[in-house]
């Protein structure tokens, strides 16, 4: 082999095994995790539980029909105010009408047979007292099988007249009961409030609901004065829920406004579900009063709110994303922790932790103010170990001693 090939193939060699000892070099490095840091500070934290329903009027009443029959006039629409008292509907009391007057003549038919009833029971007691008095003073006159026949009679005619008096109450009574049902054919309002619903229109029927079989619900009124918002709460939450925790509620029919409320009642049941949905979770119905309902209000109307439940003025915090969990000193439980950052690497670090803010949790112990914690990526934190080296994200430089 030439001697200037031989020099070729020399540097060939020592610059193959140059860019091999840099690509190492280079590659160890690059293998070095890059994290993002957060200095442990204090801050305050709000605990908030979000929850959806819907708003209604804390006082609604939905009316139904007590008797059935044709609607004759309606006197209000939907989203009409009315008053106490006020005529809303009438329905056609014609075959109450027939009822009544039946009623009455069952009525006058049993008081006729009162007097009636009355009078042959004297006229026995008469026929009673005249046998009595032959008999005592002539017992061959009135045998004793007459005497007691007599006192018979009178005993039953007594029975007889008692009957007809019963029957009188007994009449005056479905008097009662059809009038009552008369009055019934008119509908008036039973709250001030608002008409939220109707459901009948003037020539339908009104159907009475029976036992398995509910009735016509006819339309209903809610008083807009106090609004509420009724949210459903997951079972984990609700013993942190107390009465009179405030709260802020978003409305989707009002964008970019926030209204205050406050808890006014907590379910003490769970709220019945069906299907799947009653086997996956068990939720519990919360009511908010809104402090400040916007005007314009209908019922049903979606909401969305954030119950506070705790907050802390000054409380040292890290990021949500910092915590994991590690095995802990028996390796078998697990605990809670951050790695704070010391030099160019990180120390597993448990802590005991408070309330949880929107992002960050509170530290009750394990750190102090002024730690440098690793806040990210989430993949690295969920593979760093104690103790392995990391490099600030960004700017390639080892992260400072503190």
């Known amino acids: 082999m030439k001697r200037w ?9 020592v610059l193959l095994v140059a860019v091999v000892g840099v690509s190492l070099l280079f590659g160890n490095r690059d293998r070095t995790p890059e994290v993002r840091t957060e200095e442990a500070n204090t801050r305050e934290l709000v605990s908030v539980i979000t929850a959806t329903g819907n708003v209604r009027p804390r006082r609604q009443v939905n009316i139904s029909s007590d008797v059935m029959g044709r609607v004759v006039e309606v006197n209000v629409e939907e ?32 008081q006729a047979q009162v007097p009636q009833s009355r009078a042959n029971l004297i006229q026995a007691e008469r026929d ?26 009178v005993q039953i005619l007594r029975s007889v007249l008692e009957s007809a008096e019963f029957g009188v109450e007994q009449a005056r009574a479905q008097v009662a009961e059809v009038e009552d049902q008369r009055t019934r054919t008119t509908i008036r309002a039973p709250i001030s409030g608002r008409v ?15 036992m398995n079989n509910p009735g016509s619900l006819l339309l209903t009124v809610g008083d807009l004065s106090v609004i509420e918002a009724v ?51 068990v939720d519990f119905e919360v009511v908010l009063t809104l402090l400040d309902p916007p ?5 049903d109307l979606s909401a969305m709110a954030e119950i506070i439940v705790d907050r802390r003025a ?40 408070g309330i949880t803010g929107a992002t960050h949790f509170e530290v009750l112990s394990g750190i102090s103010a002024g ?17 392995d080296a990391v490099r600030r994200m960004g700017n390639g430089a080892p992260t400072p001693s503190r």
């Open 5 to 13: 090939m031989k020099v070729v193939l020399g540097l060939g060699v």
């Open 79 to 110: 989203g009409d105010e009315v008053e106490r008292g006020m005529l809303l509907l009438r329905i056609d009391p014609s075959a109450i009408e027939a009822q009544v007057s039946r009623a009455r003549a069952g009525l006058s038919q049993a």
């Open 128 to 153: 009673l007292a005249r046998l009595d008095g032959i008999r005592s003073t002539d017992p061959n006159l009135v045998s004793r099988q007459a005497l007691d026949d007599a006192e018979t009679q």
């Open 196 to 210: 939220t619903r109707l459901n009948i229109e003037e020539g339908e029927t009104a159907v009475v609901g029976t």
């Open 231 to 281: 949210l459903t709460v997951d079972e984990t939450d609700v013993p942190r829920i107390a009465l009179g925790d405030s709260a802020v509620v978003e409305l989707d029919a009002f964008p970019g406004q926030e209204f205050a409320g406050v808890v006014a009642r907590i379910g003490n049941s769970a709220i019945q579900a069906t299907g799947a949905q009653a086997r996956a979770s």
């Open 295 to 299: 005007d314009g209000l209908r019922p």
């Open 314 to 353: 000054d409380a040292l915090a890290v990021p949500i994303i910092s915590v994991t969990l590690r095995p802990g000193e028996d390796g078998e439980e697990e605990e809670e922790g951050v790695f704070v950052v010391q030099g160019e690497r990180v120390v597993w670090t448990p802590v005991t932790l």
């Open 371 to 387: 730690d440098v914690v690793v806040s990210g990526p989430f993949q690295s934190i969920q593979t760093l170990q104690d103790g």
